[in-house]
């Protein structure tokens, strides 16, 4: 069965800072790759998705996110966070062999101090 | 922008009653899920729903669970026997279609479901 992990669990930085989420996944097939953003309250929102093609993606938000085939991986970027990005970051993985559910990571808390 | 809505946000219950969830999906959408989050934990699929059929579980969805879509536009998750281990957040999400570009769940905002 695929997993899906997520490096850091909290993440605590300033604004103006730069912002990388890892992510990685295990599984040998095709698969599409998410980000998911949840903020405080809210539902979870789609950021960015890789299906196939390019394989630096760029999302809402001023958000990017790199699939490295070889790697298993698709980190999430974002050059210059704002005290609006605190929220919690999810990735997620649908392996096209196994169904259509979604695989998630154990998420990301991202604190953004103004 | 078109959401999946989902009441109650919490719910409460004592250990051995039935609770619905109930989720609206997005008008257009035609494939549905259950996912449910325990504090602490991952995300985790636990059904989804095509054509008025279960179209693939979890092995968390055992028996005291079923979905149903009594309309057109409620999409409903039962816990027949609520334990206090079915103390989460669940999830509902939709697709309009499960090819291409069209394959995004798009997710409520959650029902939190407090056994006690």
């Known amino acids: 069965a695929q997993s899906v992990s997520q490096h850091n669990h909290h993440v605590i930085l300033s604004e103006a800072a730069s912002l990388e989420l890892g992510c990685n996944y295990s599984?040998?097939?095709?698969?599409?790759l998410f980000w998911y953003v949840q903020y405080p309250g809210q539902h979870l929102q789609l950021l960015l998705k890789?299906?196939?093609?390019?394989?630096l993606v760029k999302g809402i938000k001023g958000f990017e996110a790199e699939f490295i085939k070889s790697k298993f991986s698709f980190n999430l970027r974002k050059p210059s966070v704002q005290w609006s990005d605190t929220a919690e970051y999810f990735c997620?993985?649908?392996?096209?062999?196994?169904?259509?559910?979604?695989?998630f990571g154990g998420g990301t808390r991202v604190l953004v101090k103004p | 922008e078109p959401e999946v809505t989902q009441t109650p946000s919490h719910q409460v219950t004592q250990m051995g009653q039935e609770v619905i969830l109930r989720c609206v999906p997005i008008?257009?959408?035609?494939?549905f899920y259950w996912y449910r989050q325990i504090l602490g934990q991952k995300v985790e699929f636990l059904v989804s729903f095509y054509n008025n059929e279960i179209s693939e579980k979890s092995e968390i969805f055992d028996d005291q669970f079923s979905v149903e879509r009594p309309d057109g536009s409620n999409f409903t998750l039962k816990i027949r026997s609520t334990k206090l281990e079915d103390s989460a957040m669940y999830f509902c999400?939709?697709?309009?279609?499960?090819?291409?570009?069209?394959?995004?769940?798009?997710f409520g905002a959650g029902t939190r479901l407090s056994v006690l």
């Open positions: 999400a939709s697709t309009e279609d499960i090819q291409g570009a069209k394959n995004i769940q798009y």
């Open positions: 997620a993985v649908k392996a096209k062999a196994a169904g259509n559910k979604l695989t």
């Open positions: 890789y299906f196939s093609g390019d394989p």
């Open positions: 008008s257009n959408h035609l494939y």
């Open positions: 599984y040998g097939g095709t698969v599409n």
